[in-house]
């Protein structure tokens, strides 16, 4: 859980350093300008869309995050059980595929777009190098957490019933915090002004790089690198279709959204 919030401060840090004018904006004269002129974006139109997801991102999240601490109780969904383990690999297919088809791409097209200078943004691949930097991080910060005895999840750590809400409502309402802070600042900057364009890459990059780590490292190679799906070759082939199945729908989305 802790791996969430390592990019909190950098990322208000960046969306407030979009809303500052930048004398680089001149660089490409049709660069900076109203998005909503080229009919693609409609912000009055989008912003209904955007509260609606901010509601049903929030009552997902607690769901999603709130189910393991009810069913512990339900013996068929106990984290010990099988079905557990394959619905957690599914998760972490759509978490593994979001990274890579729908994140990393925006930041590649954002990094790379002809209202950036030339030189650095041309020359040199700042999207690979963050998200990798990003999960580098991230390992770092995970190591440390768990050598000083702070790592684990909420499942799995005694904590007492105010400590496991306190954790699960601050770990459900970071996405929606975030869409609600982007929709206050999006009527301060342009779009597609070299600076906003530099932020909203660089942010997607990180974002990518812990979501590929995430998937790979705190989900996958957790289970499937464990006693249990290691004990059991129809779980491991239960496991890997749960995986495919969740990262290809996610991937079958990106051609649309």
Known sequence: MSSKFILIP???????????????ESVVADCGGDAAADGCTDKKKALPLKIIAIVSILVTSM?????????????????ERSLFVIVKAFAAGIILATGFMHVLPDSFDMLSSD????????KFPFTGFVAMLSAIVTLMIDSMATRMGLGGC???AE?????????????????????????????????????????????????AGLLIYMALVDLLASDFMGPKLQGSIKLQLKSYAAV????GGMSLMAKWA
């Open 10 to 24: 950098f990322t208000i840090s960046l969306l407030i350093l979009a809303t500052l004018p930048s004398p680089a």
């Open 63 to 79: 769901i999603g995050v709130c189910l393991p601490l009810i069913t512990r109780s339900v013996p068929a969904l106990s984290p």
């Open 115 to 122: 209202c950036l200078k030339e030189n650095p943004w041309h």
């Open 154 to 156: 909420i499942l799995q």
């Open 159 to 207: 904590y007492n019933f105010v400590k496991k809400a306190a954790m699960a409502f601050f770990f459900s309402v970071t996405t929606p915090f975030g869409i609600a802070l982007g929709i206050a600042l999006s009527s301060m900057y342009k779009e597609d002004s070299p600076r906003s364009l530099i932020t909203v890459g660089l942010l997607n990059a990180s974002s």
């Open 244 to 247: 495919l199945l969740g990262a």
